[in-house]
Structures are given as structure tokens and as C-alpha cells.
């Protein structure tokens, strides 16, 4: 990974007022409209895009509309309605176990602590930290490529885990993660994509430290 400059005290204030003024209500992509939809959704996203989830989801939810009927899906049910999305065949097994574990442990109720959310299958950080901030809105950071990939253009982070580059930009920024986070992976999709981004229209131009690198 190439090692950019990092960013100034000042630099990232700015940056993070940018953020702010360009997405003062950013909020996910996934469609959901319950804990428990959305706890799905973001399962299904990992290394899927969220256009694709937002098409599995709705057979998904007409057939098992709540954590219980979840719970006692057929395996083989479940791979068919989410065989088009990314690892479908773990992700399938995870969403009965999660499932499966809100019932047993939590008593049908699933949890909001970011400890008790990574003890469900499917869990890890990132995806417990984005219920979160999804649901709650916690001030909270989490890290997907989007994120990651801006992070270390903007010189906010040359941490090599995404666990670290969290770590990083929980500290820079310190409130409003929940707003910050969502910004950044709009930026990242949108704008500062991985291949060909968007630099003639970018409003982080001043602050980017890898813009040398698209120049043609």
C-alpha cells in the first residue's frame, strides 16, 4: 500500500466540515423498516452491493417477517433466496445461527450493545457497529473498502486493517461518526471510486493525497 502524507490537525477539521456540509442526513442504502430487517440487510452487504441486497430482501421478508420465523428457516429455502448475493452459502448459514441465538439468548429480542451483537454468527465489528449507527445513530466508526479507500487518500490513515483505520478516525474525529461514516461511503461509491474517480468534480480535491496518481 502506498504511504501518503497524513493529514494536519486543520486538514482534517476541514475535512470534517465538509463531509458534514455535503451529507448533513446520510443514511444507508439498504432498505429496511425494523431492527431486525436491518440487521439482515447489513449481514447479506458484506461484499455485496447494496443495490443487490435491496432486491433479496423483500422475498426474503415476506417469507420469514420476523426474527422467529428466521429461526426455523430452512437452509437449503434460504440459499435459493439469496443465492445471487456474494458467499451465499455462509451468509445463509449465519442468518438462521443469528437468528437462532437472539431467540435461545436474548429472548427474541436483538441486541443493541456493540459486545452482544458480535456474539451472533455472521457478526463481526464492522457489521455490529453499522446496526448501530444505522439504528441509534451511535457515534460510532465503521470501516467498509469505501471507507478505508478514502481514509487513506485524504491522509486520515495508513493503517493496513480496517480495525485500525476505525481506531484512527474514531480519534480524529471524535463526534458525528454516525453521520461521517455513511458520508464517507457515499463519497467512496460515488465519487472517490477505486478505479477512475471522479477528481475534476471533487469538493475534497484540496485535501486529497493521492489525486497526483489519477492525473493522466
Do not use: W
Not at 47 to 54: G, H
Not at 78 to 87: A, L, R, T
Not at 150 to 160: D, E, F, I, K, Y
Amino acid at each position: 500500500m502506498t504511504i501518503v502524507k497524513s493529514s494536519t490537525k486543520k486538514e482534517i477539521e476541514a475535512i470534517k466540515d465538509i463531509f458534514l456540509v455535503n451529507y448533513p442526513n446520510s443514511v444507508s442504502e439498504l432498505n429496511y423498516n425494523s431492527l431486525y430487517e436491518l440487521i439482515v440487510s447489513v449481514m447479506l452487504s458484506a461484499q455485496c452491493t447494496d443495490k443487490r441486497v435491496n432486491i433479496i430482501t423483500p422475498n426474503i421478508f415476506k417469507a420469514y417477517p420476523d426474527i422467529h420465523s428466521l429461526s426455523t428457516a430452512s437452509l437449503d429455502d434460504i440459499k435459493e433466496y439469496i443465492n445471487s448475493c456474494s458467499f451465499f452459502n455462509n451468509k445463509a448459514k449465519n442468518l438462521i445461527k443469528m437468528a437462532q441465538k437472539v431467540i435461545e439468548d436474548f429472548n427474541g429480542e436483538i441486541p443493541l450493545t456493540q459486545k452482544e451483537l458480535m456474539t451472533l454468527a455472521g457478526v463481526g465489528q464492522k457489521t455490529a457497529n453499522v446496526v448501530r449507527i444505522e439504528y441509534m445513530e451511535a457515534n460510532v466508526m465503521a470501516v467498509d473498502t469505501h471507507v478505508f479507500r478514502v481514509a487513506h487518500r485524504l491522509g486520515l490513515s495508513n493503517a493496513t486493517t480496517a480495525t485500525k483505520v476505525e481506531d484512527e478516525l474514531t480519534k480524529k474525529f471524535k463526534t458525528e461518526l454516525h453521520i461521517l461514516h455513511q458520508a464517507m461511503v457515499l463519497f467512496g461509491r460515488y465519487r472517490c471510486k477505486a478505479i477512475s474517480p471522479d477528481c475534476e468534480n471533487c469538493f475534497m480535491e484540496n485535501y486529497c493525497k493521492s489525486k497526483a496518481r489519477f492525473k493522466v
